[in-house]
């Protein structure tokens, strides 16, 4: 391992672990009421590893084949056998699900109908249910993937009845200026389509928060904050 990497990391996630505190702390909540994901696009396999050793057992994957070249390299037991959990986040294309389907505890970027089809189809194939958010694009905007704010109860009553998917909340990305506006309208959606009670639908994560914004989203109700930069330091795009 990397010592200078791993020295950076570990003191950057001290101070992510401080801000969530406090953030809890503001807004009533316990700091074990939410994860960290460390996302790990364009990171080196040994530089990720040292995430497991300070406590962190959740990573986000963006693209397949960058996952699959590098999960091998990933330590398999974080202690007591258990692997880390693995959760993809990025734009997902239906052909491409057959790789990752074996390899992840949850899909956090559902945003079709034609997607979870495919989804409920592998997952049924494997002998497994797979735990699914979808993804909200509550920006509206023409460059991000996920369904408008309109749409999703329809999207979520269509996979209410897939039974090798199980629902369990909502993810997304705003956009990137007035950040807090969206977390805001985003809790705010997610609090409602909750109340609603969509039979077979679970709303009991709510995946939101970057490098930029994961404070605010903290004060939003997020469960999962998703940080990348602010952890493991800028990306090197290859
Ligand atoms: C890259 C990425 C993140 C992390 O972004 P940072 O700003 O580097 O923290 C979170 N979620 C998704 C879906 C991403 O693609």
């Given amino acids: 391992m990397d010592n200078y990497s791993g020295e950076s990391v570990r003191k950057n996630l001290e101070q992510i672990r401080l801000n969530i505190a406090e953030a ?27 995430i497991f050793g300070m406590g962190l057992d959740l990573i986000g994957e963006n693209r ?5 070249s590098k999960k091998d390299a990933y330590i398999s037991d974080i202690g007591g056998g258990k692997a880390p959990e693995v959760h993809f986040i990025g734009h997902l294309q239906t052909n491409k699900v057959k790789y990752i ?13 034609k997607l979870a089809q495919e989804i409920n189809r592998l997952a049924a194939a ?4 797979m735990d699914v ?12 993937s996920g369904v408008s704010p309109d749409d999703i109860t329809t999207l979520l009553e269509q996979l209410a009845g897939m039974e090798s998917i199980r629902v369990k909340g909502l993810m997304t990305i705003p956009p990137p200026s007035g950040s807090d506006i969206f977390l805001g309208r985003m809790e705010e959606l997610f609090n409602k ?38 952890l493991f330091g800028a990306r090197n795009y290859f």
Wanted: proline fraction near 1%.
């Fill in 101 to 113: 389907i074996d390899h992840m505890t949850m899909i956090q970027s559902v945003d079709s109908v």
């Fill in 64 to 68: 397949v084949q960058e996952y699959l």
């Fill in 126 to 129: 494997h002998n497994k249910t």
């Fill in 24 to 50: 809890c702390e503001i807004s009533g909540r316990s700091a074990d009421s939410l994860r960290i994901m460390a996302v790990t696009k364009t990171v080196p396999a040994e530089t990720v590893n040292c």
């Fill in 193 to 230: 389509i909750k109340a609603r009670n969509i039979e077979g639908i679970a709303m009991d994560e709510l995946s939101m928060g970057m490098t930029h914004d994961y404070a605010e989203a903290v004060k939003h109700g997020s469960t999962i904050v998703r940080i990348g930069t602010g």
């Fill in 133 to 144: 958010l979808c993804e909200v694009n509550i920006g509206g905007e023409a460059s991000k």
